[in-house]
């Protein structure tokens, strides 16, 4: 019965930023990795960021490297991602999910999506 949900998503200039946050709820498990994937019109999901479940690894797609940090609260019982720089190219919906495995690039390897959130950037 565990859940997922993002918020945070809206429209800001190039150069602005957003902090998306998930958040989890239900009968969450302790200890779980969580991903960050996008998905822009006619793309799949594209992998973003990832985190395990202490906080003290993380993996970064190249094109967010510098620009994002990911983060979690574990007494909140979410996780963050801080967007700074954004490009128009960021624009996607972005959606988080817990990995089952690690922290890959793949899909495949995470459960639980959230519905997303909407995060566009305008030049």
């Known amino acids: 019965q565990e859940q997922l949900a993002e918020s945070g998503g809206g429209t800001v200039q190039a150069g602005g930023s957003l902090r998306l946050s998930c958040t989890a709820s239900?009968?969450?498990?302790?200890?779980?990795?969580v991903g960050w994937f996008r998905r822009a019109p006619g793309k799949g999901r594209e992998f973003v960021a990832a985190i395990n479940w202490s906080g003290t690894d993380t993996n970064y797609a190249d094109s967010v490297k510098g620009r994002f940090t990911i983060s979690r609260d574990s007494a909140e019982n979410t996780v963050y991602l801080q967007m700074n720089s954004l490009k128009p190219e960021d624009t996607a919906v972005y959606l988080c999910?817990?990995?089952?495995?690690?922290?890959?690039?793949?899909?495949?390897?995470?459960?639980?999506w959230g519905q997303g959130t909407q995060v566009t950037v305008s030049s």
């Open positions: 999910a817990r990995g089952i495995y690690g922290l890959g690039p793949n899909p495949f390897e995470y459960k639980n």
């Open positions: 239900g009968r969450t498990l302790p200890n779980f990795n």
